[in-house]
């Protein structure tokens, strides 16, 4: 982690040339803002959660697709490190309409006023993506997409962080993989498959995102306490 707070996240081992994709500042700073004000109303309400079982299931069936395959070993890696079920979903949820559909039930629960705020601070007309101009529709799923994560982060951050922090500052590069590779799908699916980027050039996006959706939140990361030598076991 930077002086200024800011988090590095796992890249993968894909290496890659070219300029990758950038969240615009314009958009870094709404969403900084919109993730400040969930996690102060998350820090002021404690809910009793309950298990999901549809969320679980949503994600088996989003596995049986013959076309996202590709993403199996990423969701089962995150699966294993016992992310909750709904995080996983709302990354999905990009390119998958059962997963935001299930994703906005799981958030019927969430306080009206957090909603307001995510909708008073993130305009639809804030340009996602740094020095690229997509239409209108296409910037308003993605703006739909990255508040949809930060509201299920501020339901349960503290157990979201917990399971995909790997040291202070770093979080684990499965997210980023599978952020990355819904991103890609996504694009594919825009203007006929027109604007299909590759990997490489769409992980500098992802990790501005996944930095944007994360950092509100970081306060409430508890780091595992180092065992020194001579302590007790």
């Not at 809910?47 to 990423?74: E, G, M, N, P």
């Not at 740094?130 to 910037?139: A, K, P, S």
């Not at 922090?165 to 699916?189: H, P, R, S, Y």
Request: glycine content about 6%; overall charge negative; hydrophobic content about 40%.
């Amino acid at each position: 982690m930077s002086e200024t707070g800011n988090i590095d996240i796992g890249t993968p081992g894909e290496g890659g040339s070219g300029a990758p994709e950038q969240l615009s500042e314009q958009a870094k700073s709404r969403f900084a803002a919109s993730g400040a004000a969930m996690a102060q109303i998350q820090r002021e309400e404690k809910r009793s959660k309950k298990r999901d079982t549809r969320v679980a299931k949503t994600i088996l069936q989003f596995l049986q697709d013959d076309r996202y395959t590709h993403l199996f070993l990423l969701i089962s890696r995150l699966v294993a490190r016992d992310c909750p079920s709904v995080f996983i979903l709302a990354i999905l949820s990009l390119i998958n309409e059962d997963c935001r559909v299930v994703v906005k039930e799981y958030l019927e629960e969430v306080k009206t006023e957090m909603k307001e705020k995510s909708s008073e601070l993130v305009e639809d007309d804030v340009q996602v993506m740094e020095g690229e101009t997509i239409d209108v529709h296409t910037n308003k799923i993605l703006i739909a997409w990255i508040t949809r994560m930060q509201m299920v982060m501020a339901l349960d951050a503290k157990k979201i962080l917990q399971k995909l922090m790997v040291d202070e500052g770093n979080i684990d590069g499965t997210v980023l993989q599978l952020a990355t590779f819904i991103l890609q799908e996504f694009f594919k699916t825009k203007e006929g498959g027109s604007r299909t980027a590759p990997f490489e050039s769409l992980q500098g996006l992802s990790v501005s995102i996944l930095q944007t959706v994360f950092e509100p939140f970081l306060d409430q990361w508890d780091a595992p306490k180092k065992i020194e030598e001579g302590d007790d076991k």
